[in-house]
């Protein structure tokens, strides 16, 4: 059969520099749910805000039913009959089902929008698809399953026949997931091209014909689904490209500094995320935790950190339930955190790159008395801190919102490595920056690990993870799916399987992760 | 000469900064031109009002205590806003806080508590307007923090609240029964401690003891923001909230302190400015000078060290309009006409963008000419 | 006692009724001008200048041109409303200033042109009104069938054209954003513009319109103040109006209903200021009264508001 979409040498390049998308070639036929995977930041976003007008491509051609389309507005994209399901619903939550389902093309009748006809239009695409949903609902009043029908419904109302879905089960239950997958197959019946994000392989295999694999903004594979298995998908995702070597002597773990134990978290919709979750972090050793994004790991550090709550089990900071303090507390007790988003929650932006690094010493009696900050003790000590961390800039003073991405990460590096600490726990340290800021920021958690800290390290580059690590957890669908003591042996597909789902430690493997 | 000299000047100060300099630059222009123009359109004489409008301030030592007394006020409350927006707390009670501040303050103390006694009466009166002006503003903070409910609203409510509590015990409990609309009045050696008058040239030149009471606070405000932990906090909370919450400050209380030494200043602001102005109280409606301290935070960049210049300015525009509105019968409104233009292209983030971008384009030109001159110089 | 009796005796007197529906329009106009740009998420700050300015304009049209006649008043009026409810969208989504300083620059522009034109384009330069040019007073409804019955006559009957207008405001605005495409995209725009964008509505277009209907309202109000509550213009003649219409329309989360009876209480305890030198308590205790009533009012809101959240909140997570 004919493709019937094809995305023929898509390049993306954004203003910063960095290749989005490096000559990607997609094509789905008429009838088929087309899987697109890849890690974190592989481009596969990219690719669909381009199918979906959000973005133009720099390079590229966009074919649809043979013939070139140029979509320069969401808009434009409806019209050439695409649909989108955002990660984050596009929902109004006051309006009704119905309101939702039509906006952008609202009935009219005389000078009044006509209800009758928007409820009419929702019934009849339900009815023709199966979906089971009153349009006279408020959005606010229904589940996030609903809610994703409804953007569904959105798209097909508008006579889509091209329908892509942004990572689509990441917010729903296992019986929301295995009802979405019946519509989608129904879907595909009655002739609609289903493109599906996802990292979850065996949703995958179970639901779509053809997987096109991207990694770092390049088509890398492109399979039908009968004949491949999980791990052949996995490797062709999962790959360790530059060979790092920090030079680190083997590590001499000593008391738990952190202890987590039976944790359960549950995310912002009251939906579980991390279940029940046991591990220890100890002194003088750095663990390293593994995962694809969006498998509970943002919300149990942002637990572990005072940043978020948990519902069950326990966080111990040095024999100190976590619960019971808050930042400042447990910051005293030695916690610092590089968090994942460093603009908007590890930086104040205008501020300048000075005051950015002391922000969080104002209780230290070094840096201010009762009332006034010590001046002099600030100026020559970040002095330090910007030779040190090696931050290029004119001088202290400088707001930091001028600094490179790396640069930024040096100050936020070295404001917590700086502050008293027993543990750290660092999120993506070394995401979007350059090499040698990168090399630098693992010498020091190298460094911070041999004198005597506890380091907690979360990244999506498995060379870092697999190159700085002691003993490595792995964590997927709010659990960890295995924990390695020692990772001498380790290979990157093992690592991908257990990422990925396709494999899982016995618990009494997994338990070894909370040292006593 | 000239070109070294500006070099000199603007050479360490960042694209931004001297971007925002130009479009200052531009603004104010813009808004003096427009003064130019409406005073040519209405201006019998417009070459003499014109000349009143930009130069009264200055020719005669009444109208030059005129324009310094018009700038007190402003100073206070712009000095109080800029803590406030600091911490970015857009909290408007500021025009009660003042009014209060004065009525209780500057009037009440001086009548009752300490009559004819003027060592205790005008720091009392200081102190005692400060903290009912934090009341005021610490009433639609606290709300917030208890329930939610927006600081903008209730903080214009209490404006009006205060208006009318302060006319109906000015009219129902304190009133002089043989005046129509004030108090009784308090000793006049307190006013002359606050104000001295000098007979210099044909004028009379007043030296107004406030204003080195609102020089003070701006200076401590400066240190407050710019030198102590608190005001730094306080700044960060402004800046990112989220950021502030994960370096360990507590975020709400921060932000009600903001707002309680806002009132506080403005409450103190109104206790001077009856004291040096009057010796009796007689506000029967809001003086203004809430908005006006609204004004004065946005010239300023929410910076107090900046506030005094910006008020000289804004006083200096209302001082000349008033002896122009004397002598040429132009009504003083003009001013604000002119203060709303200024502000709106001060503000205005794609005003002038084009020129910015160029500015970036050239600095960033200069920097990889400079990096090209280093290298030929390192391989020669 | 005494006076709790003599405020009995307002309240049994329908006059009193009657005073409260005619005092309440330029609240209820600028209320309604509030909410209708606080649905597509701009907060109007600016309402009172633009009250003040329409006002003043609509003064000297109705004056000079139509010797006097309101109804060219009106019209003035309303499209000078709409072309500064343009101005602020201009500068807040256009040249991004924020919009509440954009608000606080409007009324301070208000404040200050009307004031500063008056003398120039009053044939007797006058300062502080308009006497000397007059905008005329728009008519009376007569309904003489009411007079069989007093009660009713003495609420309903002569009061202003534009005092029914207001009243029937509150339903064309409830119309027009519950019942009209527009309005269905005025709240969609309001609460999630990225929702609005993605369907190819333009967010900055639906939020100009409702500022121009924001600004419109505004005329309206402006121009009762100046051909129905007075007949001419006189300085800071709105004397906060707009700031209660902000109160009443937070207050009424921007719901037309709501916001209208949250006006009308404050029309009421308006009329009831006018009132109070009969019963003995301050009239200015009573002017406090509508703003306390807003602050508790607010609050209560608000206090209701977070509830409901929460309760969302939990039933959301047991499903």
Known sequence: MENYLVMQDITRVYDNGCIANDKVNFSAKKGEIHAICGENGAGKTTLMKMLFGIEQPDEGKIIIKGQEVKLTSPTKAIEAGIGMVHQHFMLVPSLTVAENVILGIEPTKGMKFDMDKAVAMTEEVCKKYGFDIDPRARVEDITVGLKQKVEIVKALVKGCDILILDEPTAVLTPQETAELFVQLKLLRESGKTIIFISHKLHEVKELCDQVTVIRKGHTVANFSTEGVTEA????????????????????????????????????????????????????????????????????????????????????????????????????????????????????????????????????????????????????????????????????????????????????????????????????????????????????????????????????????????????????????????????????????????????????????????? | MNKTNKKGLFANMSVQNKHSLLRMAVAIAIGLALATVLIFMTAELPGVALKYFFTAPLQDWSYFSFWIQKAVPIIFTGTAVCIMFSANQFNLGLEGAFLLGGFFGGALVNIYVAPGNPALGIPLGCLVGGVVGALITFIPAILERLFNASVMVTSLMMNYICLWLSTFLLFSVFKDPKTSKSTYSWASANKEIMVTKFNLDNGKLTIFYSLIIALIVVVIAWFFLYRSKTGFKLRQVGENKNFAKYVGLSVGSLAIIAQLIGGFIAGLGGACEIMSLYTNYRWVELTGFGWDGVTMAVFAKNNPRNVPLAALFIAYLRAGAYVMSIKCGIQVDMTKIVEAVIILFLLAEKFLSKTYRKMIIAEAEKERAERAAAAAKLEG | MKILLALLEVFKNPAFYGSVLAVTPPLLFAALGCSVAQKADMTNMGMEGIMLISSFCGTLAAGYIGGPNPWLGLLVGVIVGALLGYLVAFFNLKMKVDIILVGIAMNLLGGGATAFFLPLVTPNHDRTSTNSIQSGILPLIKLPFLEKFPTLNAILNNQNVLTWISYIMIFVMAFLLYKTKLGLRIRAVGENSNAAESVGISSSKVKTIALVLSGILGGLGGTFMSAAYLSYFSNGITAGRGFIGLAACSMGEANPIPTALTSILFGFFYALSNYARTTGISDNIMKMWPYIATLIGVVIYSINKTNKEKKRRAQLSEK
């Open chain 1, 232 to 516: 052949d998908i996995s490797r062709a995702m999962i790959g360790v490209d530059i060979e790092l070597q920090v030079a680190k002597t083997p590590a001499q773990p000593k008391e738990n500094v952190m202890v987590v134990k039976d944790l359960v978290v549950n995310n912002y919709v009251g939906k579980k995320v991390v279940k029940n979750v046991s591990f220890s972090l100890r002194a003088g050793e750095i663990v390293g935790l593994a995962g694809v994004e969006g498998n509970g790991q943002r919300e149990m550090i942002d637990a572990m950190t005072g940043l978020g709550v948990y519902a069950g089990g326990s966080i111990t900071m040095l024999g100190e339930e976590v619960k019971t303090k808050n930042i400042k507390g447990l910051r005293k007790l030695g916690l610092v955190h590089v968090p994942e988003d460093r603009m908007t929650l590890g930086i104040a932006r205008k501020m300048s790159i000075k005051e950015n690094m002391v922000a969080d010493k104002m209780d230290n009696p070094r840096y201010a008395g009762k009332i006034f900050m010590n001046k002099k003790t600030i100026q020559e000590d970040t002095d330090s801190f910007i030779k040190e961390y090696r931050v290029l800039c004119k001088n202290g003073e400088q707001p930091i919102f001028g600094l490179s991405g790396g640069n930024i990460q040096k100050v936020v590096v070295a404001r917590e490595f700086t502050s008293y600490n027993r543990l750290v726990v660092v999120d993506q340290p070394t995401r979007g920056i350059d090499v040698g800021a990168a090399e630098f920021i693992r010498e020091r958690l190298v460094q911070m690990r041999d004198e005597g800290k506890a380091v907690f390290l979360i990244s999506a580059d498995l060379g870092e993870l697999m190159n700085l690590s002691d003993s490595l957890m792995v964590m997927h669908g709010g659990e960890i799916s295995a924990y390695f003591p020692d990772i001498t042996n380790l290979t990157e597909d093992e690592l991908g399987f257990y990422m990925l789902g396709v494999k899982k430690m016995s618990d009494e493997e997994i338990r070894g992760a909370l040292h006593e």
